[in-house]
């Protein structure tokens, strides 16, 4: 990491302030991150100082499921993460795809208890998380293949069952309450999806990268990156500094 200059500071109060905003309809979310502030300051310290520094770099989302997942699994702190760059992107990508129950292949970088509670309680912060994310992917998914809304609660029914067995199994759940002619297509289309997923974990890579149609509305916004750019300036006219003495 590199030292914390009076222009890193600023950055980490504005991704704070972001956490903040986006949480405003989220009060539990919101809670939980603001406990974890309180009780765990170094992890928190952590998550907050890897996203002013490097973004989404490692996680190529910014989203609060992405905030969540960082301040739970602990155990992918920075020097996990130099020695396997791609851990977060397969739990993120395992999360996102097969649901909350694929969290327990990760259980080596999270506490057992955290686990259990996370996975079991309905109201946990990573279940409300992961639910927030795929009310949105649900809907948008079944609204391109024309399937409705049916009696105003298929969409959370549909996003429920997708957040706790995954996209596949999800779907599979609820297929008795979607027309047979657009549940075909819709259950081929996802299996596709998945499976082009997991064909890009297997592939080596140099970094990690989560595939763009996973979550294509939670990339940075401007303000957060020229403050990066003008981190990295910074850092460079340090740099030259100490060359120069």
Known sequence: MIEETHLLKVIKEHVYQRWETACEKQPKIWEFI????????????????????YGSEYTKSSSMLSIVLQLLFTGIDDDCLLNEPKVFADLWNSVT?????SCDRFKQYISEDDLKEQMNEPSSSLILALHLYYQEKVPELLKQHHISNSKNTLYNLAAESVTQHGWISGIQAIKGKIPPNKYEPLIKKIREMVSSISTSLEEPSPCPRIPSSVDQSSQDTSGTT????????????????????
């Open 226 to 245: 020229n403050l990066r750019k003008l981190l990295i300036k910074n850092r460079k006219f340090s740099e030259i500094d100490k060359e120069e003495k």
């Open 34 to 53: 603001k406990k974890v502030n309180d009780e765990s300051k170094e992890d928190f310290e952590m998550v907050l100082r890897r996203a002013a520094e």
């Open 97 to 101: 795809n097969e649901g909350i129950a």
